[in-house]
Each structure stands twice: as C-alpha cells, then as structure tokens.
C-alpha cells in the first residue's frame, strides 16, 4: 500500500481524534482508514495506538511514527509533480466488477469504446452476482443497479433503471393474467436470490404498495430469470432494458402497467475519492456519458457522487434483502 497515504491517513487519526473523524476529513471509507493504520503499525513493527470505546491515544512508538510521519508528508508536499510526462493520462489495470446481465447489456460495449478511447489503460472486467468486499477482491469500482447500498463506500450514480412484470403468452393462458399487483400472491413468481425475493415493490396512483410473492424457482442471475420466463415457468421482476426486445418480439407480455415497480440506481461504487486515479476517474466519466446517451436508461442530468450511508436490516428489507437486481 502507499505509504504516503498510510502517512496521511495515521496523521488525521491522530489530528482528528478518531478513525471515524479521519474517514469524514479524507474522504475515504472506514474499511480502507483500519486497512491504511493496520499497515503502518505492520511498517513500524508495533502497535501506534491504544485504543478505547471513548477515545484514542499515541503510544511511544506511535509518538515516534507521528513525527516521521509529518516530516515525510512535508517532504512530499514540497515536491514538485509534473504531469507534462503523462502521469494524468488513464494506463495500467482498472478491475471493475458487475453482475452478468448489466455486462452483456451495457458494460461490454462501453468499456469496449472506453479502451479505444484510452490505448494505454487495460480493465479486468469480472462477473459477480452479489456484492463483493472492494478493498479484500482489490476491486477499484463495482457498477452495480441497487437501491440498498453498503456503509462506508462512495458511489456515483450513472442512471436509473426501470423493472417490469413479465410473463409468457403459454403461462398466461395456463394460469390466468394478474389484473392487480396483489394477485401476483397467487401466482408462480420468479425470484431473484439477492433482491426481493419474497417482496416486490409498487407505486399505484402515488402510493406504495408491497406485495408479498412466491414461487417454486429462485436464482442468483436475473438472465437465468428471464430464460426461464420465456419458457413458462412463471412470472418474473425484470430489468426493463433485459425484458424490453422480448415484449417488442411477443414472447414476454408486460403485466400491471398501472403499478410502477420500484426503480433502481446504477452505480459506480468505490472506496475512497483521495488521489482517485486517472483510471477511475476517467472511466466513471465515461460511464456516466455513456448512459446518458443510451435511451435505455433513465436519464440524469448529471453524475450525483455521495458516500454510502448504512442501510439498517430493517430498512435493507423494505428496499429487497439483497444488494443488486442485476
């Protein structure tokens, strides 16, 4: 890890009075402010703070280590960087993780353009279907299309994603057409593993509305959901940009549009904004662009950046249990 980072992150603990304080002032996540201080303890070969429930406080060699620490931040403050010799262009590896179906949809495409843009950067694109840790899978941006985001992360949201109620013409004429979103109850109802899976969410004439569902097949990728409603097996909640060509084909039939299933937000989630890379920087600016120009997506009319705020189980519930529809 940077050690100049690690200096910075032991000094604000120190300035600040508590890791949480620092996290706020740098900007960076929780997770990566314990990481930083681990790894400068493992540096200095001791133990640089004693720690309570109420406050923190500078052992003897973590006295020592503040004075180096200062000194080296002073050092490098003072020198002078130059970015005539491309330090500010995008290159080496980006690693962006994403769940299946928003790579085949969009992500393939864009950092396919993305690359061409930048010859000298490379992306490791990696297919997950539930949230990972960032910081333990050294993963430097997660895109995810959520509305449960985790604690002590920042995200930036690049659109919004509209869900619709699908089902096959064969099991409509098998099992009847829901003509309320409350009788989605009574139906076969496909579920995604890590979101919702026994509530979907509606707004009906300006309320809310939960509707308790159930059925003989789950899964943890909502492309396999998909399939599997082209072929009758019941009824699914899906990205409308997955579903969108199979309603246009007629294989799918759009159920209940009076009741607007719960949007979601897509974003680009990473750890820290603190000396964020060319890379990062420029590919969420990509993205953001991207989507903008897409007419898929709901459109936004700009990036919105925030940190995460936790989200309570409760709360998480309410949202769908897990983190990602897709």
């Known amino acids: 890890m940077d050690r100049i980072i690690a200096a910075q992150v032991f000094v ?3 300035e600040r009075g508590s890791m949480v304080a620092a996290s706020e002032a740098l900007d960076m996540s929780r997770a990566m402010v314990t990481r930083y201080l681990a790894e400068m303890e493992q540096w200095a070969g001791a133990r ?7 406050r923190l406080s500078l052992t003897d060699a973590g006295d020592a280590t503040l004075a180096r620490c200062r000194q080296m931040l002073e050092v490098a403050g003072a020198m002078a960087v130059s970015s005539l010799d491309g330090a500010d262009t995008p290159h080496g590896l980006l690693r962006i993780t994403c769940s299946q179906s928003l790579a085949q949809t969009a992500l393939a495409g864009a950092v396919a353009a993305y690359l061409q843009r930048y010859p000298r950067a490379a992306v490791d694109l990696q297919m997950e279907n539930r949230a990972v840790n960032l910081v333990e899978q050294r993963i430097d941006l997660a895109i995810r299309i959520t509305n449960a985001l ?4 920042i995200a930036r949201q690049l ?3 509209d869900s619709v109620v699908v089902a096959a013409p064969a099991y409509l004429a098998a099992h009847g057409t829901p003509r309320r979103a409350q009788d989605l109850a009574l ?3 496909l579920t995604y593993t890590y979101f919702g899976k026994s509530l ?3 707004t009906h004439q300006g309320e809310a509305l939960t509707v308790p569902v159930s059925g003989r097949l789950s899964a943890n990728e909502s492309l396999v959901l998909l399939l599997a409603t082209v072929e009758g097996a019941g009824i699914s909640l899906q990205p409308r940009f997955s579903a969108a060509p199979l ?3 007629g294989q799918l039939v759009e159920l209940l549009p009076a009741w607007q299933p719960q949007s979601m937000g897509i974003y680009g989630i990473y750890t820290s904004r603190q000396h964020m890379s060319p ?3 420029t590919m969420l600016d990509f993205l953001l662009e991207w989507f903008e120009r897409d007419p898929r997506w709901l459109q936004l009319t700009g990036g919105i950046t925030l940190p995460i705020r936790p989200v309570s189980r409760k709360h998480a519930s309410k949202l769908g249990s897990g983190t990602t529809q897709a």
């Open 150 to 153: 985790e604690p002590n992360l």
């Open 279 to 281: 890379l990062l920087r």
């Open 200 to 202: 979907w969410q509606f």
């Open 187 to 189: 139906h076969n109802c």
């Open 12 to 14: 604000a603990i120190v």
């Open 247 to 249: 309603i246009a084909s």
């Open 48 to 54: 640089l703070l004693h720690r309570s429930t109420r």
């Open 159 to 161: 659109a919004s994603c």
